[in-house]
């Protein structure tokens, strides 16, 4: 049973198992969500709710939705991920989690994470490192054994 390292943003997810190998990882899973990268508009089908009010005119008001669009979204990914890593720590597969992901998504995930998998949390790291190599991303995040 090794450690994960998790490299995300609100699009892209790879999911990473530590080796004896320093800045080599092996390859667990490669997430994307494709819908988190599209504009508001080109995700949302309906219009904002509309309301006339009677004896004051012409006017109206508009209510915008609860949840913006691209959070939902973004939301629906991290459960997607958080799910791969709440399987992995119930099955026994993963001793540690370092979480590599830019805000606000990093909250998002760790969000969605289950009681274990939440114990399992070795390190958490607010950026998107998610475009370095295996190399990079070690030296940046360090070994998963050596954090706090």
């Known amino acids: 049973m090794k450690n994960w390292v998790v490299v995300a943003n609100a699009a892209k997810a790879k999911v990473l198992e530590e080796t004896e190998h320093s800045g080599k990882y092996l390859h667990r899973a490669d997430l994307v969500h494709p819908s988190s990268r599209l504009k508001g508009i080109e995700l949302g089908t309906d219009r904002p709710g509309h309301v006339v009010s009677p004896g004051f005119g012409p006017g109206s008001a508009a209510y915008p939705p609860r949840t913006d669009v691209r959070e939902r979204e973004h939301e629906h990914f991290a459960r997607e991920v958080a799910t791969l890593l709440n399987d992995g720590v119930a099955a026994g597969q993963c001793a540690g989690i370092v979480l590599v992901a830019s805000n606000p998504f990093l909250g998002c995930l760790k969000a969605q994470l289950s009681e274990q998998a939440e114990k399992r949390l ?19 995040i360090g070994g998963a054994a050596g954090c706090e």
Do not use: K
């Open 122 to 140: 070795l390190r958490t790291v607010p950026s998107d490192y998610f475009g370095l190599s295996d190399a990079e991303l070690a030296q940046r």
